[in-house]
């Protein structure tokens, strides 16, 4: 064989064997692929089944790898699927997991099958379980996040072979045990963070070989023992986070060494002794938090030297001496805790100009100097409290040059001199503590222009003079407590405008008036203390409407008379004294009445109730109905019983006298008047006469088709509306009916939403009935108006709808017979000075038989009337569940709704309402927590007009429904 022969065959097996060795390594190939995605399959298979759906692309894919003459090898690339990296070689180099819904453990998953691993991210899931040993094997891993889950147990001291590891993030979860020394094997670590689990035992020493770390945050665990020296061999470390552990010993000085550290956060543990001074050289230093440990000593002046500072927080120790002179010497620190300590001496005058400051809390110390030197103007500062040291002087006017100030609090110190009223300028401020100091003068009136105001505490001073009506513009206010200063006049109604208000004290002052009826408007008020006072006359039963009410106290005062009945429906009231006042009668069946100790109820002079140390009422007592007399013109209704008994006389007397009287009507004295008056009905008949000069039509205020109705004002201040009857001739029996109807409806019920109702006259000439005048008049009128409706805010609007239902549900099953008024709409709903709507009219009210069809003729207002009255003639309270459905979408529309009724339907959304014009158009758009009530309101009133009677919500379902949509959010 010739040389250029062999030269040939040499080459061919060459060749032979390339392909040989390059099939084999393909093999190779294949098979770790195929084995690291049938790992990550078995692993899915035992997740649960809600993590699938974001690992759809993980199936069994295969494609052709290896075609020989004899055999086809094919391999599972898991390249493509959703979270997988890998190298060029197809084998996985990273599981990225993060925030897919995962919820399973980690034991199924081989981590020793992924030599080539070098990143997995599998936080924000629902991991449990313990971290497997095998994670040891991931020798090329470099960032380990595993946060955010729910795994326990400790952490594998395995985790030490992970010498390529950079990042390790532990964090939220419920890992327990020791912190493994093994961990500090990992010497190319830049993060580690372990916070938030339940990890105790020591900080291991070994931590101090990570010299590489830049970031160590250990926070939020249970770890105790001291902070180990080594720490500071940590030269590259920019975050130390120890805090909320159980750490305790010294601050080691070797902490000085962190030249790098940024953060340094130690508070809320047990560390003591004193600050190293070697804290001075951290001169990259910018937030340090010692707060919330045991420290003592006094402040190193070193602080002073970190030039960087930008946040100081030392409270809550017992560090002792003056502050450093030197604090804020760079003039870039912002946020300064210093409070609740044993410091003294003055304020430093780098502090006193150090205007970068936006958060300053002092508090709790033994500060002194004069407030107006030692505090100068800060652009920025938004919180500065000064309260409980001994700061003397008089409020500066600078104060309200810090244009940014939410909250000023300068309680328990020697402020003397009056509240100057630049204040004023603080219009940011949401929380002013004035309290415990000996401010004299008035309440100023530019408090009304703090607008954005939330708190006002200026109780334990001087102040004298009254409440300022300007007080009534801070709309925004939830906490007012003027107490213990020398405040006099009367109460202001403006205090009804604070409809946040759920704190007000006004204690131990000088208040000689009435109680005003308007704090019935402070729906949110939990705590209400009028106590040690000189206020007189009897408790407003519109203090009844605070249903969030928890805690009152009327102690101390001259109040007098009956305590109002309503107090029983106050169920969440747990708490009340009344004691040292007039007060008379049974006390309300009330759990805070029956369960208040005698010491809350003594010192009245006529008090009585099944009370341990009260006298038991006497029955007739206990159920005599009683009626305030109000002024001279007020009139009381005698009992449900004996009204009923006459006014069944009535109605036979003339119907005797229809069948006795010839058509010649004969003429009666014009001094016959018969009425159920508690004063001489003459009198009254004649005062009213002389109010309307014989009802002359310039006193008319609205005209019905049973009467008239008048404006009488007897005396200065005490208003009331008369309806006129058009006739009560005997033979005209259905005004007759109407008249009698009204007077025995109005008399047997008692809510604060119904027309309150006062007594009648019947004479020869007029008779009338007599009601409490509403100021602001009908409804209707109110709506019709274009100026008036666009005074009336959705707010207001919402309110009225919640007044009517509430009567409505009061009328139907709280009074028995039910009473079905059969002619609610806008006309019928009456207006106060408040907008609280009063329902009216009760002519053609119907009292339910029990047992019985309750069949009547047609009657009520056009457009409000339930369609099946038309047909059936039967009256029931769903009729009324009907007009009120109506009645709602007119608030809401601002017109009666007509065809607009027909073209809603639920569900629908706020979008649909804009494009229905459902809404009133003369209004501005409601915020988004008023869109939500009235879509609420919509879809009930939509409820409230089905055809179908018995598909009609009651309406105490609707009531309750209302009081539930009121509080939404």
């Not at 902070?227 to 130390?240: D, M």
């Not at 008090?607 to 009626?627: E, M, Q, R």
């Not at 309150?756 to 004479?763: M, P, S, Y």
Request: aromatic residues 8%; glycine residues 8%.
């Amino acid at each position: 064989m010739g040389l250029s022969n062999l030269k040939r065959v040499f080459s061919l097996v060459s060749l032979v064997l390339f392909v040989v060795m390059s099939q084999y390594s393909s093999l190779d190939v294949a098979s770790n692929s195929t084995q690291e995605a049938l790992a990550l399959l078995k692993w899915k298979a035992m997740l649960q089944n809600q993590s699938h759906s974001r690992l759809s692309s993980w199936t069994l894919s295969s494609v052709n790898a290896i075609n020989t003459s004899t055999h086809l090898k094919t391999k599972i690339s898991p390249c493509t699927w959703f979270g997988i990296s890998c190298n060029h070689a197809g084998s996985i180099t990273s599981i990225n997991l993060t925030s897919a819904n995962l919820k399973g453990t980690l034991h199924e998953l081989s981590f020793s099958i992924f030599p080539n691993l070098a990143y997995i991210d599998l936080s924000r899931n629902e991991l449990f379980g313990f971290i497997p040993a095998q994670i040891g094997h991931l020798t090329n891993l470099n960032t380990l996040y595993l946060s955010v889950n729910k795994l326990s147990g400790s952490i594998p001291k395995e985790i030490g072979n992970l010498k390529s590891l950079l990042d390790l993030d532990l964090s939220e979860n419920q890992l327990s045990g020791y912190i493994p020394p093994s961990i500090g094997n990992l010497s190319n670590l830049s993060v580690l963070y372990l916070y938030t689990n339940n990890l105790s035992g020591t900080i291991p020493m070994e931590i101090g070989h990570l010299k590489s770390l830049s970031d160590l945050e250990l926070s939020h665990n249970q770890l105790n023992g001291s902070i180990p020296p080594s720490i500071g061999n940590l030269s590259n470390l920019n975050v130390l986070y120890l805090y909320a552990n159980n750490l305790f010993g010294t601050i080691p000085m070797e902490i000085g060494n962190l030249k790098s550290l940024s953060a340094l956060k130690l508070s809320h543990n047990q560390l003591n002794g004193s600050i190293p001074h070697s804290i001075g050289n951290l001169s990259n230093i910018k937030y340090l938090y010692l707060s919330y440990n045991n420290l003592f000593g006094s402040i190193p002046h070193e602080i002073g030297n970190l030039l960087k500072l930008i946040t100081l927080v030392l409270s809550q120790n017992y560090f002792t001496g003056s502050l450093p002179s030197n604090i804020c010497r760079s003039g870039s620190l912002r946020h300064f805790g210093i409070g609740e300590n044993h410091l003294l001496g003055r304020i430093p005058k780098y502090l006193r100009n150090c205007t970068s400051l936006i958060r300053v809390r002092l508090q709790k110390n033994h500060f002194i100097g004069n407030i107006s030197e030692d505090f100068g103007i800060y652009p920025n500062l938004n919180f500065i409290d000064l309260s409980h040291n001994k700061f003397y002087g008089e409020i500066s006017s600078t104060w309200g040059k810090c244009s940014q100030l939410g909250t000023l609090n300068i309680s328990g110190n020697n402020i003397t001199g009056s509240i100057l009223p630049e204040i004023q300028n603080s219009t940011e401020l949401h929380e002013l503590d004035l309290s415990s100091n000996h401010l004299v003068g008035e309440i100023p009136m530019e408090f009304g222009k703090l607008t954005s105001l939330n708190k006002l505490i200026l109780t334990g001073n001087q102040l004298f003079g009254g409440i300022p009506h300007e007080v009534g513009l801070l709309t925004e206010l939830e906490y007012l407590d003027l107490s213990i200063n020398r405040l006099s006049k009367s109460i202001p109604g403006d205090l009804g405008y604070l409809s946040k208000l759920h704190y007000l004290n006004l204690r131990n002052n000088q208040f000689n008036l009435e109680i005003p009826f308007q704090l019935g408007k402070l729906f949110q008020l939990s705590e209400l203390d009028l106590s040690h006072n000189l206020l007189k006359g009897e408790i407003p039963s519109q203090l009844c409407n605070l249903e969030s009410l928890v805690y009152l106290n009327l102690s101390y005062n001259k109040l007098s008379g009956l305590i109002p009945t309503c107090f029983e429906d106050m169920h969440g009231l747990s708490s009340i004294d009344i004691s040292y006042n007039e007060l008379e009668g049974p006390i309300p069946n009330n759990t805070a009445f029956r369960d208040a100790p005698i010491e809350a109820l003594q010192g009245n002079k006529g008090l009585c109730g099944n009370v341990s140390g009260l006298t038991p009422c006497k029955a007739l007592i206990s159920h005599k109905h009683v009626t305030r007399k109000r002024l001279i013109i007020s009139f009381l209704v005698s009992g449900a019983l004996g009204l009923l008994i006459v006014v069944t006389l009535m109605f036979f007397c003339f119907r005797r006298k229809k069948q006795e009287l010839p058509k010649q009507r004969r003429s009666v004295n014009k001094d016959e008047i018969l009425s159920i008056l508690n004063f001489d009905g003459k009198i009254m008949y004649e005062e009213i006469m002389s109010a309307t000069e014989n009802f002359d039509a310039k006193y008319c205020i609205g005209r019905g088709g049973f009467g008239s109705v008048y404006k009488a004002q007897l005396l200065p201040g005490a208003i009331l509306a008369v309806k006129k009857s058009h006739s009560l001739q005997p033979d005209e029996i259905e005004d007759q009916k109407e008249f009698l109807n009204e007077i025995r409806a109005l008399t047997e019920v008692r809510h604060r939403n119904i027309v309150k109702f006062f007594g009648f006259c019947i004479h020869s000439q007029h008779s009338f009935l007599v009601y409490e005048y509403l100021e602001r008049g009908s409804l209707a009128t109110f709506l019709s108006n274009e100026a008036t409706a666009r005074g009336l805010d959705w707010g207001k609007r919402v309110n009225i709808l919640k007044g009517v239902c509430n009567a409505l549900s009061y009328i139907h099953h709280d009074c028995f017979p039910p009473i079905v008024h059969r002619d609610i709409s806008s006309k019928n709903v009456l207006l106060d000075s408040e907008y609280e709507a009063h329902v009216s009219d009760f002519g053609i009210a119907k009292f339910l038989k029990p047992n019985s069809s309750n069949s009547t003729q047609l009657a009520g207002t056009y457009g409000y009337i339930a369609p099946e009255l038309a047909y059936t003639m039967k009256v029931t309270e769903k009729c009324d569940v009907y007009s009120f459905g109506v009645l709602a979408l007119e608030v809401i529309n601002g017109k009666h709704p007509g065809d607009i009724i027909h073209t809603l339907s639920s569900p629908f959304t706020w979008e649909d309402l804009l494009l229905s014009n459902v809404l009133d158009e003369r209004l501005p758009l409601p915020p988004p927590t008023i869109q939500d009530q009235l879509i609420a309101i919509i879809k009930l009133a939509i409820d409230c007009l089905d055809s179908n009677p018995k598909s009609r919500p009651t309406m105490n379902m609707v009531s309750h429904m209302f009081s539930a949509i009121t509080k939404l959010p």
